[in-house]
């Protein structure tokens, strides 16, 4: 709550600096063309709407006074959803996100299935040309991956005598439980992706790829090396080695600990010969190779067979091919807030405000909509042990 007073007092006060990053195009597209007298007048009336929630939410007022008060301002529905769908974007952003460390953030076009289109070739080391002599020819191959985006959402309602009744607590939490829910939503199809519920997805991760563990077991800084041992084994279709950068685990929070005591230890202790019977002390050279340790709790929702046990390594995203996809709908890459305007008019005149709700049953309602999908892309760029 404390953060949708402070997005709002920043409204109130003019400072849009965070309020219109990466906006969408639903209510707020209202009123803000081109003219940029009209964008003025469009923030200023925002403005005044943040301030009467802000009042309602802090106990100034009462949510009936409000919805009088509403009244005096022209297009009061679509200037309150517009606070509503600034706030659930900020929400939105600030929410943690599992599958931006890992998959590579795309665009579709449209609904259709879509390729993301793949070019090997012509980076293998350089031939000598001798003097007088042609250069030597190489030949770029193709390959493609296929996925398209799906429609997700949900329709949030508020009934006129609950809004009456109460201090608008929940209308002062809907844009976060919205947000939270658009990040799960990412999330839950990231991780749905990787593994199903036997474990990790065994036509990805497979022994022929080179990708799987040979002799799963536990997390350890054993395993861990072998994992991107195996990493960085791989070879391009080339022949030439495959640069994963600083790579990525993905641990259920089972192993959270686990996994953290291991990267973020200060030093291990090892054996300089195989037949020596001393240790020396060295730094974490896990330190330097793990960019981060990303905990996904989806993991053992999904995965029922190995959730609590299966970890993963992925390869850095931005550097060559990555192993996931995100794919996002071009013009709406992030949740969009509607609000059903209301449907009704006074007898004796007069507007309705859209806390008092629609004809039939005075409701208030809402939908958020988020267009998303996604694919598994290079095996290459990824590792997968089930654990013991």
């Known amino acids: 709550m404390s953060n949708l007073l402070e997005l709002l007092g920043s409204i109130k006060a003019g400072d849009n600096t965070n309020v219109y990053e990466g906006d969408g195009t639903s209510v707020r ?12 007048e469009y923030d200023r009336r925002v403005a005044e709407v943040a301030g009467k929630l802000a009042d309602v939410i802090e106990g100034k007022k009462h949510p009936y006074v409000l919805v009088q008060e509403a009244e005096s301002t022209s297009d009061f529905p679509f200037l309150f959803g517009d606070v509503i769908d600034r706030s659930l974007l900020q929400a939105y952003a600030a929410w943690p996100s599992i599958c931006q460390s890992i998959a590579r953030r795309g665009r579709r076009r449209d609904f259709r299935i879509g390729k993301a289109f793949t070019v090997d070739g012509a980076n293998s080391p350089l031939s000598q040309v001798q003097q007088g002599t042609e250069y030597p020819q190489d030949a770029l191959t193709d390959g493609d991956f296929s996925y398209g985006v799906s429609k997700y959402g949900r329709a949030l309602g508020f009934l006129w005598e609950a809004i009456v009744n109460d201090d608008l607590d929940a209308l002062g939490q ?20 990787v593994v199903d519920v036997t474990g990790p997805d065994a036509t990805f991760f497979a022994s022929g790829h080179g990708n799987l563990a040979s002799a799963p077991g536990p997390l350890t800084l054993d395993s861990l090396q072998v994992g991107i041992a195996a990493m960085q084994a791989q070879k391009d279709p080339q022949g030439n080695p495959i640069f994963t950068g600083q790579v990525r685990l993905m641990v259920p929070p089972a192993l959270q600990v686990t996994a953290n005591n291991i990267v973020h230890a200060t030093q291990i202790y090892t054996a300089p010969g195989a037949t020596s019977g001393q240790q020396v002390a060295t730094a974490n050279w896990a330190a330097d190779a793990i960019a981060d340790v990303v905990v996904n709790p989806w993991l053992p929702i999904v995965d029922t067979t190995k959730g609590n046990t299966a970890w993963y390594l992925f390869a850095d995203p931005g550097i060559g091919r990555p192993a996931v996809e995100m794919g996002f709908l071009a013009g709406h890459e992030q ?22 709700g629609d004809f039939a049953t005075d409701g208030v309602a809402y939908k958020v909509r988020h267009v998303l999908g996604g694919t598994l892309m290079d095996y290459r760029a990824a590792y997968a042990n089930p654990g013991a």
């Open 174 to 193: 809907a844009p976060t439980l919205l947000a939270q829910a658009a990040r799960y939503t990412e999330d839950r199809f990231f991780t749905e992706l």
């Open 335 to 356: 949740p969009e807030v509607f609000m059903k305007a209301p449907d009704s008019v006074r007898v004796g005149g007069g507007v309705v405000g859209s806390l008092d």
């Open 29 to 40: 597209s209202r009123g803000r063309g081109r003219d940029p007298r009209a964008a003025v």
